[in-house]
């Protein structure tokens, strides 16, 4: 079956501190890979995504690359703030634009102090 | 009113109480699924419902019965829970069946904060 792999937290940085948060998974065909937030009191919101081998997603200055070859989706940002603390998802979706409930990571627990 | 909205988003109930949690999306998705959150673990996919019709069942307990009565509307309906289904229930949906080049984003509610005493 489908798996996702992720860093557990928390992981704690300084402000402007390189970021990233390690992906892997296990699945069948070629997923879509994701990264969702959630901060406090929050649901998930999607931030980035990427549909096929070597493409990069990018969203407020994170960023990640489907690696077929490595099953990776590592996440990264050059300069994290405060207000990146939060809990970030690493997930997959196998059956292209079907209705598929998306398999999650165990989530990171990101903490970034000023 | 946009994106998904869930009520209540706190609720705590006794063991042999019946309640329901309430989602609803103004996005004009056509999939909703239910998810469970608890601390340390992976999200639980539950129940996803495509076009009314329920699509996936992941072993869940008879005690949680879902509705899903449109495309807009979907509730989970709670009976003689245990203590261990304390969690965050998470509601979310999506526009499925764009394609084999599309993928399938979810838009998440909030959640509901359930405690089962």
């Known amino acids: 079956g489908n798996s996702v792999t992720q860093m557990e937290g928390p992981v704690t940085l300084s402000e402007e501190a390189f970021l990233t948060i390690n992906c892997t998974y296990t699945?069948?065909?070629?997923?879509?890979l994701f990264w969702y937030v959630q901060y406090p009191g929050e649901g998930l919101q999607l931030l980035l995504k990427a549909t096929k081998a070597d493409d990069k997603g990018s969203n407020k200055g994170f960023e990640a690359t489907y690696r077929k070859e490595t099953t990776s989706f590592h996440l990264e940002k050059g300069s994290v703030q405060v207000s990146d603390s939060a809990v970030y998802f690493c997930?997959?979706?196998?059956?292209?634009?079907?209705?598929?409930?998306?398999?999650f990571g165990k989530g990171t627990h990101l903490i970034i102090q000023p | 009113e946009t994106g998904v909205t869930q009520t209540p988003r706190h609720l705590v109930m006794g063991m042999t109480n019946k309640k329901s949690l309430k989602c609803e999306q103004h996005?004009?998705?056509?999939?909703m699924y239910w998810y469970k959150q608890s601390a340390k673990k992976p999200l639980e996919l539950m129940f996803v419902y495509n076009f009314k019709e329920q699509t996936e069942n992941n072993s869940v307990p008879s005690r949680f019965s879902p509705e899903c009565p449109n495309s807009s509307h979907l509730f989970l309906h709670l009976h003689t829970l245990q203590p261990e289904d304390s969690a965050l229930y998470l509601c979310?949906?999506?526009?499925?069946?764009?394609?084999?080049?599309?993928?399938?984003?979810?838009?998440f509610g909030a959640g509901s904060r359930l405690t089962v005493l």
């Open positions: 979310a949906s999506s526009r499925a069946g764009t394609g084999p080049s599309g993928a399938n984003v979810l838009t």
């Open positions: 997930a997959l979706s196998d059956r292209g634009g079907g209705a598929d409930g998306l398999t």
């Open positions: 996005l004009g998705h056509n999939a």
């Open positions: 699945a069948t065909g070629y997923p879509s």
